[in-house]
């Protein structure tokens, strides 16, 4: 019989743990949170605050959670000691509590490890701890915070009768920040502006630096930056702005009359350091820009790389790599790259509010065959753990050399400048490439004379400021300090769930829901809305983590403080739906469709589970007109009740429609394809699919369907489907 119980957070690390344990372990997972607050008290909030203290109150979190705690103390019972290795985080630490409770646990042990290996896994069980308090009162407040702010705040956006559902706490700064940043855009007012250029026979281009006062500017110093939210994105250059047409011409001019003399030319090597591995929030940068992940697929794919052993735990803030994997990568590169073998191991600086005690997101084992995996992963699995790996490498490796060329040459009194950028040695860019394009001048000496072989100008117009990809959004919240690792991606999922954000060629913007939302608030809790805000209560549950406050007081006190009286002043705030900026109607519905009780316009509310993704609702008081679009009659209807829609189905219809069984091939599997006859759109139709039905859920008969046109059977995968002597139909055996 098995002595010891280990119970981790996600199922897909069981059998990978069951085999590194042998037979002597039960594994078990808890399938995440088991339990959450109640939803009794008031406001349905599930804890009481009395003072300085708070009583909560827990219930499983659905049936599936009940079913799991009966199973863990079934396996509880089993076996002599209970050792608890959730996910090494504060939410693992908090559902590792939780366990606790629901188990009747005295005093489990607790044990943390960041890769699922032999080795760490085994190095964790040998130095168990207890469960740190701290970590579990800040995930505690959390919890409580959230659900505070949700269930006091959300109300007051139901009232405006929009179909705004929800109020966050970090979603709702999130949200601002969209909203803000759409409103920029609206209000901005484009300008004309030239740019002026010379091209010299040479063999290079200046663009227009100024005029010569009393000497030649120094150039402003660049500081190269690591952005993980762009890839490839060398910006066209121009020269200093030219606000007028006739100041363009001038310039031109002058530059045609005088002679072309280069007064500085510069040249220098300068090192480009290589970028730290991975923390969460440059993995959901990067694989948005390079593989166009949503941050929310990126966790899910990383998660499934964890469980299979492939990378280090992937919710992590610190850029911390441990000496072994150090070493590992320079024997790597010694034997692969020498070239590019450091000369002492790189060190990155984390964040002040990172979590030492973990690592960067990196693949646990640096010379694992990649043959291997391009068979054993799925494709986007692949290219994520190979984008983790090339940036885990690239982080040891040596800077990259660029050569960076100056020159200004003066015409007159006119500055021309241009630069020039070549990589003498990538380096670490060998792995991770983020450099410019190699800009070649030619050779080139001070004091030089040049011949001017043009001179033009290209009209150009300011541009707005552009709206947030889910990388940079990510980037933004980081940087402003809303939410943590775990969060980014959640929150943003929710925003495009409640329809108050959508994806527009590949960049969010608010809807008009989210728009109404967002300035509703703006009025009702604006300290809510500012980053600075929400920011110092991440700061504050930080602070509660490390063991600087406790916890029951901080949410008590911030309660009692602001959130009590920020209340009572948001309900005064008028609930009537306000025009907003970039609406001159309110979204309201072209058509000439009208309440049918009031005569008024019809408001447009967002809803995917809709195929016109809206619906239409009365927002001047009649609050049960809701229209939905009717593809049948081609206009907008009130929902029916599910018995008159069974009385409007005929006997015929309500029969399954006959399928027919061919004597043509499935080009995949070779059974017999079957005629499928459909209704769409009020038309009668048939396609020919594979006969068998287990097949045909298989992601390799996804595009066997010929569709009947007036040539004949015609697929767009398969083509035309040729039909020769003694191909016919006969009816399949055993449909009616």
Not at 89 to 118: C, F, M, Q, S
Not at 378 to 406: G, H, M
Not at 570 to 578: L, N, R
Not at 720 to 726: A, C, I, M, P
């Amino acid at each position: 019989m098995a002595k010891r119980l280990l119970v981790v957070e996600s199922p897909g690390k069981v059998k990978k743990l069951s085999q590194i344990l042998g037979a002597d372990w039960i594994v078990r997972a808890s399938c995440g949170h088991i339990r959450e607050l109640s939803n009794d008290g008031e406001d349905s909030l599930g804890f009481t605050m009395d003072g300085s203290s708070v009583q909560c109150r827990y219930i499983p979190r659905d049936q599936r959670a009940k079913e799991t705690i009966q199973k863990l103390k079934d396996a509880v019972r089993q076996v002599n000691e209970v050792i608890l290795a959730t996910d090494p985080d504060r939410e693992g630490e908090t559902i590792a509590w939780h366990l606790k409770e629901a188990l009747n646990l005295k005093d489990p042990k607790r044990v943390v490890y960041t890769e699922i290996t032999e080795s760490a896994v085994r190095a964790a069980i040998s130095h168990p701890r207890k469960l740190d308090v701290n970590l579990v009162g800040a995930g505690l407040c959390r919890d409580c915070l959230d659900k505070l702010v949700g269930y006091k705040g959300s109300p007051l956006v139901w009232a405006l009768n929009n179909g705004a559902k929800s109020v966050g706490r970090v979603q709702s700064a999130t949200l601002h920040l969209i909203c803000r940043r759409e409103r920029e855009i609206v209000a901005f007012v484009p300008q004309d502006y030239w740019s002026v250029w010379v091209d010299y026979a040479e063999g290079f281009r200046g663009f227009y630096k100024g005029i010569l006062c009393d000497g030649v500017e120094e150039p402003k110093s660049e500081t190269e930056v690591n952005d993980d939210t762009t890839y490839k994105s060398n910006e066209s250059l121009e020269s200093t702005r030219v606000l007028s047409e006739a100041e363009a011409n001038r310039l031109v001019e002058e530059a045609k009359k005088h002679p072309h003399q280069i007064i500085k030319y510069e040249g220098k090597i300068t090192s480009r350091q290589p970028p730290p591995p991975f923390i969460t929030s440059t993995l959901q940068q990067a694989a948005g820009s390079r593989l166009k992940f949503a941050p929310e697929k990126t966790m899910q794919i990383a998660q499934k790389l964890y469980e299979a052993g492939l990378i280090t735990y992937m919710r992590t803030d610190s850029v911390m790599l441990s000496p072994e994997f150090c070493d590992s990568v320079r024997k790597w590169l010694e034997e692969n790259d020498p070239e590019n073998v450091p000369p002492k191991t790189t060190r990155h600086k984390s964040s002040k509010t990172a979590q030492e005690a973990h690592e960067a997101v990196r693949p646990t084992d640096v010379f694992r065959p990649s043959a291997h995996l391009r068979i054993e992963l799925s494709t986007d699995e692949f290219n994520l753990y190979v984008l983790i790996w090339k940036r885990a490498v690239a982080s040891l490796c040596r800077p990259a050399q660029l050569r960076k060329t100056l020159v200004i040459t003066q015409s007159g009194q006119i500055l021309w400048q241009a630069r020039g950028q070549v990589v003498e040695f990538f380096g670490y860019a060998k792995y991770w490439l983020n450099l410019s394009k190699d800009a070649l001048l030619p050779n080139l000496q001070q004091g030089q004379m040049l011949s001017l072989a043009d001179s033009g100008h290209e009209k150009k117009q300011t541009q707005p400021p552009p709206r947030y990809s889910e990388p940079k959004l990510v980037q933004l919240m980081e940087r402003k300090g809303i939410g943590r690792p775990s969060t980014y991606s959640p929150t943003i999922a929710t925003l495009k769930k409640r329809g108050y954000v959508e994806l527009m060629k590949d960049n969010l913007k608010p809807t008009v829901l989210g728009l109404e939302v967002d300035e509703f608030l703006q009025k009702a809790l604006p300290d809510l809305l500012e980053t600075e805000f929400t920011a110092k209560m991440e700061d504050a549950l930080d602070a509660i983590a490390s063991g600087k406050q406790p916890w029951q007081q901080y949410l008590t006190n911030w309660n009692q403080s602001y959130f009590v009286p920020a209340l009572a002043k948001a309900k005064t705030v008028p609930v009537a739906v306000s025009k907003v900026s970039n609406s001159s109607d309110r979204n309201f519905d072209k058509s000439r469709t009208r309440c049918p009780q009031c005569n008024n316009h019809l408001v447009k509310i967002p809803s995917s589970k809709v195929k016109k993704k809206y619906f239409l609702k009365c927002v001047s008081g009649c609050e049960n007109v809701v229209l939905f679009w009717s593809e049948y009659s081609k206009s907008w209807e009130a929902p029916r009740s599910q018995s008159a829609k069974e009385k409007d189905i005929s006997p015929e219809k309500s029969k399954t429609s006959p399928t027919t069984l061919t004597t043509f091939p499935c080009p995949v599997c070779k059974k017999s394809l079957e005629e499928y006859c459909y209704t769409k759109d009020g038309q009668d139709k048939k396609l020919l699919r594979c006969s068998d039905s287990k097949s045909r859920i298989d992601a390799k008969h996804k595009d066997v369907a010929f569709f009947y046109t007036a040539k004949g059977w015609w697929s767009p995968k398969f083509g035309n489907l040729e039909v020769t002597s003694g191909k016919g139909l006969k009816k399949k055996s055993g449909k009616k």
